[in-house]
């Protein structure tokens, strides 16, 4: 089975003045292949930055602690390195690659993980039948990549990818952001069904609580001033939607972001 381990991270971003401002206070989080955990937390206190700290994103500087995957050094390794071993991150905000068709995109990405190209008598009826099951037109195959795209067509195609990529641990960053209650059904049938194959560890960022109507994690993180405060089950995610966020953001400790 698949283990992500952070340890003890701690991630700062440097200034327009060349200052660094520290984000992350600390993080210790474990993910097994076949988990689903939902980090929880308000706007500004770190969560995103963790995601992007765990893919490679330039901006932000890794000041202490620890990645690994399987055993493997995350930290040292690339962007792409990071991809084929098993990582990937579905994005809050997907990025427009004109000029690039979403088949072309995809299979790219297949051959560039797997190491060869996926049979094309295959692959066409594996990208169609993804595309199917998150409701998608199959002519988006040929269009560029997320342009012109809804911010839900957006958001079904962050999941197509992670079906037909098949990456050890994914991290969702806001996957419910934009989506209205039709495209989130779908995203979130879309994430189960990847989850219930026990072959991907999920990590699901969000600070409100109505994905997890549909996606039911088997741990609950609560983030606020750049670590891991509190953590429990399902029923952590009832209770934060009952009292919100204030009480963890009162508590002492260091204002981080």
Do not use: C
Not at 10 to 39: F, M, W, Y
Request: overall charge negative; glycine content about 12%; hydrophobic content about 40%.
């Amino acid at each position: 089975m698949s283990n992500l381990e952070i340890r003890g991270l701690k991630v700062s971003v440097k200034l327009p003045d060349g200052q660094l401002k520290p984000i992350l206070a600390g993080v210790d989080l474990t993910v097994r292949a076949g988990e689903t955990h939902a980090i929880m937390g308000p706007n500004g206190s770190g969560k995103s930055t963790l995601a992007y700290s765990i893919a490679g994103h330039p901006k932000y500087q890794i000041t202490g602690g620890s990645v690994t995957l399987d055993g493997a050094d995350v930290l040292s390794m690339t962007v792409d390195e990071r991809a084929r071993a098993g990582l990937f991150l579905a994005m809050q905000y997907p990025v427009e690659v004109p000029g690039v068709s979403v088949a072309n995109f995809l299979r790219t990405a297949k051959t560039a993980i797997d190491g060869e190209a996926p049979k094309l008598r295959t692959w066409a009826g594996e990208l169609r039948g993804a595309m199917e099951r998150l409701q998608m037109d199959p002519a988006f195959a040929q269009r560029n990549v997320n342009e012109g795209f809804s911010g839900g067509e957006k958001k079904r195609h962050e999941i197509v990818q992670l079906e037909l990529l098949k990456p050890k641990i994914a991290i969702l960053d806001e996957t419910d952001s934009g989506l209205d209650i039709d495209a989130l059904r779908v995203v979130s049938e879309g994430v189960n069904r990847i989850g219930a194959t026990g072959e991907t560890g999920l990590l699901l960022i969000t600070h409100y609580t109505r994905i997890l109507r549909y996606i039911t994690p088997d741990y609950v993180h609560v983030f606020a001033r750049g670590r891991i405060v509190e953590e429990g089950g399902p029923e952590l995610a009832e209770k934060l939607e009952a009292e919100g966020y204030e009480r963890y953001l009162a508590e002492t400790g260091p204002a981080t972001a």
